[in-house]
């Protein structure tokens, strides 16, 4: 059995039982907790409260100009964890390369769930931040980070959803929406 164990620093293996024949154990980690999702506002410092639900109720999925890159995106949550979820995970944000005769979806690099409820910003945008994604290695230098990114949510009257900004490193990527929820 895979069981959940917050406070666990890393996997410990426990023989539960074992027989001639069968032997079995138990994993304690805390990569096998949900995480739950974080509360989908934004307060600014005038205490307008800024709901992000109507965002949250869709699956976003996007391509990015010229590329085969998509990003799948679930604000204030995680993507179901099922066969069309490329990230096979807990993932907020997900990035994969979709191509090939089939459209299949290869390549995916999950960057992580929201750790935080959304802030406003000097500007009156929105950031939400997706962090703790796939752990990233540099060939040259042999640098690790973990792969995160950023929303912004910017007011406009119309829905435009987001769009991929130039990555800021092969750990941060950067997204723009304009959308009413942010107004």
């Given at each position: 059995?895979?069981?959940?164990?917050?406070?666990?620093?890393?996997?410990?293996?426990?023989?539960?039982?074992k027989s001639v024949m069968k032997h079995s154990f138990e994993l304690l980690t805390t990569m096998?907790?949900?995480?739950?999702?974080?509360?989908?506002?934004?307060?600014?410092?005038?205490?307008?409260?800024?709901?992000?639900?109507?965002?949250?109720?869709?699956?976003?999925?996007?391509?990015?100009?010229?590329?085969?890159?998509?990003?799948?995106?679930?604000?204030?949550?995680?993507?179901?964890?099922?066969?069309?979820?490329?990230?096979?995970?807990?993932?907020?944000?997900?990035?994969?390369?979709?191509?090939?005769?089939?459209?299949?979806?290869?390549?995916?690099?999950?960057?992580?769930?929201?750790?935080?409820?959304?802030?406003?910003?000097?500007?009156?945008?929105?950031?939400?931040m997706y962090e703790k994604g796939d752990t990233y290695t540099d060939p040259v230098t042999n640098e690790t980070c973990r792969r995160s990114a950023e929303i912004t949510l910017i007011c406009?009257?119309?829905?435009?959803?987001?769009?991929?900004?130039?990555?800021?490193?092969?750990?941060?990527?950067?997204?723009?929406?304009?959308?009413?929820?942010?107004?």
């Amino acid at each position: 059995d895979i069981k959940c164990n917050k406070s666990s620093t890393s996997p410990t293996v426990k023989l539960m039982s074992k027989s001639v024949m069968k032997h079995s154990f138990e994993l304690l980690t805390t990569m096998a907790c949900l995480v739950p999702p974080v509360q989908c506002t934004a307060e600014d410092k005038d205490g307008d409260v800024f709901s992000l639900a109507m965002l949250g109720g869709i699956e976003w999925e996007i391509g990015v100009e010229d590329t085969t890159q998509k990003y799948a995106i679930k604000v204030c949550g995680s993507l179901p964890m099922n066969s069309d979820n490329p990230c096979q995970g807990q993932a907020g944000v997900c990035t994969y390369s979709e191509g090939g005769v089939e459209g299949k979806k290869t390549n995916p690099i999950n960057l992580g769930l929201m750790s935080q409820k959304p802030q406003i910003n000097d500007d009156h945008s929105i950031s939400m931040m997706y962090e703790k994604g796939d752990t990233y290695t540099d060939p040259v230098t042999n640098e690790t980070c973990r792969r995160s990114a950023e929303i912004t949510l910017i007011c406009d009257d119309q829905e435009k959803g987001p769009r991929a900004q130039k990555l800021a490193g092969p750990c941060r990527h950067s997204l723009v929406w304009e959308t009413p929820a942010a107004c």
